[in-house]
């Protein structure tokens, strides 16, 4: 299976500050038509996970634009711009090309 | 509005079935992969099953094969998982899903509960 690595595990931001989550596959995340299918998403505490990002750097409808992200083959990245309150909850990469499809462990961002 | 609503889960004991209901509206249930996740408590997220939309074609992950079966009704827009020979590793969440890697619509339920203990 395809292991999908996330660091950090856990992310203290300040609210107003950027922030950052590197996810890397084991494997390249390019289909042979050229496209890469990697996800990324948010679980906010109790809730159901939300997707944010799709196909490496495609912001899903209603997400703000202090979400991008970006990479290729087997390194990328989830950032926001200024990091606020309704932003806390655990972020999930996911690739997408490979069977079984996989989920990075989780990166918890909280406010310091 | 797209709704993805599971029932089903509750209690039950080493080596006993359940079976995992999800209950569609609001999206062309007919021409939609359809997917199971599931999540341990206070663990990350696991893919268990895909089916395809006219459920000629299944796929399973390793832990789960054999023991699970994912079905649908188009008729009815509703997507099961028998789960067989339940293990106390199975406790967990189970999301009826419609993931997309593209730019439709990706869609989770509130997730129903299954917990295996003795």
């Known amino acids: 299976d395809v292991v999908m690595t996330q660091s950090p595990l856990s992310l203290p931001v300040t609210l107003g500050q950027p922030a950052s989550i590197s996810c890397r596959s084991s494997?390249?995340?390019?289909?042979?038509?050229?496209?890469?299918?990697l996800n990324w998403y948010r679980q906010r505490p109790g809730q159901s996970p939300r997707r944010l990002i799709y196909g490496v750097s495609y912001r899903d409808s209603g997400v703000p634009d202090r979400f991008s992200g970006s990479g290729s083959g087997t390194d990328f990245t989830l950032k926001i711009s200024r990091v606020e309150a309704d932003d806390v909850g655990t972020y999930y990469c996911m690739q997408g090309p490979h069977w079984p499809h996989t989920f990075g462990q989780g990166t918890k961002l909280e406010i310091k | 509005e797209v709704q993805l609503v599971e029932s089903g889960g509750g209690l039950v004991q080493p080596g006993g079935s359940l079976r995992l209901s999800c209950a569609a509206s609001?999206?062309?249930?007919?021409?939609?992969?359809m997917n199971w996740i599931r999540q341990a408590p206070g663990k990350g997220l696991e893919w268990v099953a895909n089916?395809?939309?006219?459920?000629?074609?299944?796929y399973y992950v390793d832990s789960v094969k054999g023991r699970f079966t994912i079905s649908r009704d188009n008729a009815k827009d509703s997507l099961f998982l028998q789960m067989n020979s339940l293990r106390i590793e199975d406790t967990a969440v189970y999301y009826c899903?419609?993931?997309?890697?593209?730019?439709?619509?990706?869609?989770w339920g509130q997730g129903t509960l299954v917990t295996v203990s003795s």
């Open positions: 494997q390249s995340l390019m289909s042979s038509d050229g496209n890469t299918f």
């Open positions: 609001g999206l062309t249930f007919s021409t939609s992969w």
């Open positions: 089916i395809k939309p006219d459920g000629s074609g299944t």
């Open positions: 899903t419609k993931v997309s890697l593209g730019s439709d619509g990706d869609y």
